[in-house]
Each structure stands twice: as structure tokens, then as C-alpha cells.
T-cell receptor, first 114, second 112 residues
Framework: SQQGEEDPQALSIQEGENATMNCSYK?????LQWYRQNSGRGLVHLIL?????REKHSGRLRVTLDTSKKSSSLLITASRAADTASYFC??????????????FGQGTTLQVKP | ETGVTQTPRHLVMGMTNKKSLKCEQH?????MYWYKQSAKKPLELMFV???????ENNSVPSRFSPECPNSSHLFLHLHTLQPEDSALYLC???????????FGEGSWLTVV
């Protein structure tokens, strides 16, 4: 079954607005990562948050992690048209026999209108 | 430029063809991965190689055959594929598993 699930599946906002995407997961994790994918391209790593961290910032990105609720959120502030992309969360689940693979969610497609 | 290079970027092949996808990483990593991305489906992990040894095979059909001759190169050999195998195939690498993964730009595969 899928470990990470993003919400919403699609989000459309105006330039300058903030965008919030959520990710829920099922099992205990070592860390959670967020990736971005422009249409038809490879994924690019944005930020990693460890299970003992609650919040992390990187430029206009803010990630929170609530291990009690098994959820994370990615906030992009002051969005730009260039932020239009799909955003994925990926979890490094603590599973028996897990070789450390990342499990990706289906992603949130963000459209930022100029 | 992520340091992970995939070739070819686009491939069209018939169901009886044999072709290969190639991946090369210039990051000094010791783990490499093949992922499959189809429309409206989550990214699917296919294979994981750690220190050139396959450590994960996610029930991938035998018509996909990976090869990792050294820690910098990874191949995906394709044979008698089906149209439903058409997808974006992404190679990635990391320093050990459990860490940040660096992806290539992907190879778009169309099976006709």
C-alpha cells in the first residue's frame, strides 16, 4: 500500500499567494523528504526533515512534521509562476527488511498563475 | 545538471525489440535506483543497487533486466515489452540508501 499520500492532488493559485501541500503516511519513519518535478523531467530534492525535527526552512519553503499525526506539510510562500510543478513527499519508512528505499506519494500538481 | 545522466532521453521500441537504458552518475554515490513513473500512478521503485549488489527487486517482470557493472553505471535492459510498459523511467543515485536521492532527467519509453 502507498506510504505517502499528498493532499490536495491539484492546487491552483495566483502569483504572490502561499501554497500549502500536505502529506500523510502510515508507518514510522526515519525521515521525510519533499521533491519537485517539472513536467516530464526528473525529480529535484527540496528539503529533508528528520523524524526528531518539527520544522525546517529553506528559502521560501517551510516544512513541518508531526509524527504523532503521521503528517507533513510543505508551504511555499510568495509563490511565483516558476513554482508551477508537481511536488512529492517521500518517506524513508522503518520497515522490517527495508533497505532504506524512499516511498513516494502521488504528488500535488501546483499551478501558479501569473 | 544533477550529476545523473540518462540516455536515451526518448525511446520508441516495438514489442519484439531489445533495447537498453543507460544511467551514469558523477557524484561518487554507492547506491543506484530505477524508478518507473506512469501517468496517474505513484512513482514505483523497480530496483535498488547498493555497492553494486542488487538489494531490492520490487516484483518487476523479467522483461526488465537491470545491470550494475560498477558504482557509477546502471543499465536497464528491455526485452519483449508490452504497451503498458510505456512510461518515464528514472534513474537515481544516493550516498548510502536512506539519504537524499538525486534523479536523472529520465528516459521516455514508448512501446508500440
Amino acid at each position: 500500500s502507498q506510504q505517502g499520500e499528498e493532499d490536495p492532488q491539484a492546487l491552483s493559485i495566483q502569483e504572490g499567494e502561499n501554497a500549502t501541500m500536505n502529506c500523510s503516511y502510515k508507518t514510522s519513519i526515519n525521515n521525510l523528504q519533499w521533491y519537485r518535478q517539472n513536467s516530464g523531467r526528473g525529480l529535484v530534492h527540496l528539503i529533508l526533515i528528520r523524524s526528531n525535527e518539527r520544522e525546517k526552512h529553506s528559502g521560501r519553503l517551510r516544512v513541518t512534521l508531526d509524527t504523532s499525526k503521521k503528517s507533513s506539510s510543505l508551504l511555499i510562500t510568495a509563490s511565483r509562476a516558476a513554482d508551477t510543478a508537481s511536488y512529492f513527499c517521500a518517506t524513508d519508512a522503518i520497515l522490517s527488511g527495508n533497505t532504506g528505499k524512499l516511498i513516494f506519494g502521488q504528488g500535488t500538481t501546483l499551478q501558479v498563475k501569473p | 545538471e544533477t550529476g545523473v545522466t540518462q540516455t536515451p532521453r526518448h525511446l520508441v521500441m516495438g514489442m519484439t525489440n531489445k533495447k537498453s537504458l543507460k544511467c551514469e552518475q558523477h557524484l561518487g554515490h554507492n547506491a543506484m535506483y530505477w524508478y518507473k513513473q506512469s501517468a496517474k500512478k505513484p512513482l514505483e521503485l523497480m530496483f535498488v543497487y547498493s555497492l553494486e549488489e542488487r538489494v531490492e527487486n520490487n516484483s518487476v517482470p523479467s522483461r526488465f533486466s537491470p545491470e550494475c557493472p560498477n558504482s557509477s553505471h546502471l543499465f536497464l535492459h528491455l526485452h519483449t515489452l508490452q504497451p503498458e510498459d510505456s512510461a518515464l523511467y528514472l534513474c537515481a543515485s544516493s550516498q548510502e540508501t536512506r539519504n537524499t536521492i538525486y534523479f536523472g532527467e529520465g528516459s521516455w519509453l514508448t512501446v508500440v
